[in-house]
């Protein structure tokens, strides 16, 4: 099932409604929603989810979910973002319910709305925010001693503008993102999924390997953003102009492998912004085995900040500064911002290359990958 021709039917707005409030915001505001985490949580309820703390290296059994990935005000205090989110929530929640029951029940409507809810909860999480308000601060520490007071001023970034361009980017990454085809992925081994408080995971397999030129956006050739829904099911959506599916049942993915369950539970360990969930406290050494080998790919940013210089005035050739910095008054200067992707130990045999993807040069700019 793809999206192209159908993505106006599942925009998910998530715009602020400005109707008076008859009573006073919920404090607490929860950058992944309740109804997501409930698949996650211990016995299959809602009340208590067992979690793997990355900070401490430890585990914590029965957890209050309640208070799992929120944050006074996150979305504001007078509660309109937040109401807004109430729409695609509630969608999720009941495409889900039927889902859990029978995974062969889904349709291409609710593919479609899965998919832009994934794209919401990739922008709406504290990690995203939280990663451009430290973007902003690294632009303006790159250019500190020598801007002017109104540039340093326009380099700030607050937690309300980031909310906005996370608004921004998650309505052009709906379009954006058509040309995807997205499956659910039915996990059919005795190792369950696991997921984080940072649930969407965006990599491109065919970029890091093929080191293709001209970056790795979500609209890049090769991209795949992934979500686990349950230990047993996970939300793929993936470049059917690069990749297949190898194995399925009927329109579900499948996956026979623990291997593929492990590839995808390692990209939650390397790009988890502090908690990892899970569902079964038996489950907990296998989560720190899990969080002990990928803790060398994590990163603390997921973007290089570089300053760039023109080689001479006027060349129009720019090139990255390298240790002593200086300075060139008649030298054009620009920030080039690269956004890091994380990269599994080894990647899941479910999605394999098309042959013309697999022949593709190393080092092909973007343009010329099909000529």
């Avoid at 902003?136 to 970034?157: C, G, H, K, Q, Y």
């Avoid at 047993?232 to 996956?255: H, M, N, T, W």
């Avoid at 008054?329 to 911002?337: A, I, Q, V």
Wanted: net charge neutral.
């Amino acid at each position: 099932m793809t999206h192209a021709d159908k993505q106006q039917h599942v925009v998910f707005t998530a715009e602020a409604r400005h109707h008076p409030a008859t009573m006073p915001a919920n404090k607490s505001q929860h950058f992944v929603p309740r109804c997501y985490l409930r698949a996650f949580c211990a016995h299959g309820e809602g009340a208590a989810i067992n979690l793997f703390n990355m900070a401490r290296e430890r585990s914590i059994e029965s957890a209050p979910a309640k208070g799992q990935c929120a944050r006074p005000y996150f979305y504001g205090r007078d509660g309109a973002l937040e109401r807004a989110l109430q729409e695609p929530e509630g969608e999720y929640a009941e495409i889900m319910r039927r889902v859990v029951d029978d995974p062969n029940s889904v349709t291409q409507a609710d593919i479609l709305r899965l998919h832009a809810f994934m794209l919401l909860q990739s922008y709406r999480s504290a990690a995203w925010i939280e990663g451009e308000i430290r973007l902003a601060e690294a632009e303006r520490a790159m250019v500190a001693d020598e801007a002017t007071p109104e540039l340093l001023e326009s380099l700030v970034m607050t937690h309300e503008m980031a909310l906005q361009l996370a608004l921004d980017a998650f309505r052009n990454s709906v379009g954006g993102t058509a040309h995807l085809q997205t499956r659910i992925i039915l996990n059919r081994t005795a190792v369950p999924f696991f997921t984080s408080d940072d649930p969407v995971v965006y990599t491109n397999r065919f970029h890091l390997q093929k080191d293709v030129l001209g970056g790795a956006g979500l609209g890049s050739p090769g991209a795949m953003l992934l979500m686990p829904l349950t230990p047993q099911l996970l939300l793929l959506s993936f470049d059917p102009a690069i990749y297949r599916l190898e194995k399925k049942l009927g329109e579900l993915g499948v996956i026979d492998r623990v291997s593929d369950v492990a590839a995808f539970n390692d990209l939650q360990a390397v790009r988890g912004h502090a908690n990892l969930y899970f569902r079964d406290w038996d489950d907990r050494a296998l989560v720190a085995s899990i969080y002990e080998k990928a803790k060398p790919r994590r990163r603390a940013t997921w973007y290089d900040v570089e300053t760039l210089q023109e080689t001479e005035a006027g060349s129009n050739t720019f090139v990255g500064v390298a240790g002593r910095w200086v300075h060139h008054p008649d030298r054009r200067e620009l920030l080039r911002t690269q956004r890091n992707i994380p990269e599994p130990a080894a990647w899941p045999l479910l999605l394999t290359y098309k042959e013309h993807a697999r022949r593709a040069r190393r080092g092909v700019d973007q343009a010329s990958l099909w000529e």
